[in-house]
């Protein structure tokens, strides 16, 4: 079974501007969810998403945004991008929402000049 | 990807010690633990997890306990090998899941 897949997995942006990450889950997951990690602050959960609702959101701005297809499929957008959402973008799928085991991707690497 | 800054804690074991890694989590009603690997250039890969109604798991050469008394969780690994050599994040879950800092690994040959 393929496991999670994130694209692009290299990203350059220039403040101001917009960006949107795609996350492909695990075939057969309904839940995804979006971490934001970088040196200072580790993982951060940003929100997750559970057939096509957002069923829990982190503590970030709302120039976070996501959304989730029919097929599980998520996507997360940033707008307005600061310098300081330079991170590494990670989604995690899982059976189900709740308690349980999360499979992450590799992950999507921003960085914005 | 590197995941942790410069003041991330460390761990050095000789290959085939044991390791023990320790975390303090913050919520006392967190009812689900989660210890994560992640190696360069890759996201967290699942380890092992334990729920608040158990004290001890034990997995393949790994053993995670938890001290609901003083909000602690630890994993063991057993004969540490050089591809163990990773950071390693606990988490834990209550509404969302959390994670800690993480602590380097790093095993000698």
């Known amino acids: 079974k393929a496991g999670v897949t994130q694209t692009p997995r290299y990203l350059i942006k220039t403040r101001g501007q917009q960006v949107t990450l795609s996350c492909s889950p695990i075939s057969g997951h309904r839940s995804v969810s979006w971490y934001q990690q970088t040196p200072g602050q580790g993982l951060q959960f940003l929100f997750e998403y559970f057939s096509e609702t957002q069923r829990n959101k982190g503590n970030f701005p709302g120039r976070f945004s996501g959304r989730q297809f029919s097929n599980s499929r998520s996507e997360m957008n940033v707008s307005t991008l600061e310098l300081g959402d330079s991170a590494l973008y990670l989604c995690?799928?899982?059976?189900?929402?709740?308690?349980?085991?999360?499979?992450f991707g590799p992950g999507t690497r921003l960085t914005v000049l | 990807g590197e995941s942790v800054g410069l003041h991330l804690p460390t761990l050095s074991v000789q290959e085939g010690d044991n390791s023990i890694i320790n975390c303090a989590y913050s919520?006392?009603?967190?009812?689900?633990f989660i210890w994560y690997k992640q190696e360069s250039g890759k996201g967290p890969q699942f380890i092992i997890d334990?729920?608040?109604?158990?004290d001890k798991r034990q997995g393949q050469r790994v053993t995670v306990l938890l001290n609901k008394t003083v909000k602690h969780l630890s994993l063991q690994i057993a004969a540490t090998q050089p591809g163990d050599s990773a950071v390693y994040f606990c988490?834990?879950?209550?509404?969302?899941?959390?994670f800690g800092a993480g602590t380097r690994l790093t095993v000698k040959p």
């Open positions: 334990i729920r608040s109604n158990m």
């Open positions: 995690a799928s899982s059976l189900l929402t709740g308690v349980n085991e999360q499979f």
């Open positions: 988490a834990e879950n209550f509404n969302d899941m959390r």
């Open positions: 919520n006392s009603a967190s009812d689900y």
